[in-house]
């Protein structure tokens, strides 16, 4: 929750690491999942298109450092990340 109050406050820049808090996206807690979904929301919210400038290092990094993702998952948190993106334009 800390991490998430510096993010979303300007505190503390966000790159690719995103990748890392979308891969709770996958996790088995719901409760998790729906703070993950919160974070996305919020940062959404904050405008700037944040996350529209983060997606192509977020799909690299999915991509190239999470091979052990199935297909399922990959396409579950690039899903995640889209709808941002399309509410955005």
Avoid at 64 to 71: G, N, P, T, W, Y
């Amino acid at each position: 929750m800390v991490i998430t109050h510096l993010i979303l406050n300007d505190m503390l820049k966000l790159k690719g690491e995103i990748v890392d808090i979308c891969k709770l996206l996958e996790d088995e807690s719901d409760r998790i999942k729906e703070q993950v979904k919160l974070f996305l929301h919020e940062l959404h919210s904050k405008g700037n298109h944040i996350i529209y400038n983060l997606f192509p290092k977020a799909i690299s990094r999915l991509s190239k450092e999470f091979m052990d993702l199935s297909k399922e998952e990959f396409e579950n948190i690039a899903r995640n990340l889209i709808n941002y993106i399309k509410t955005e334009g």
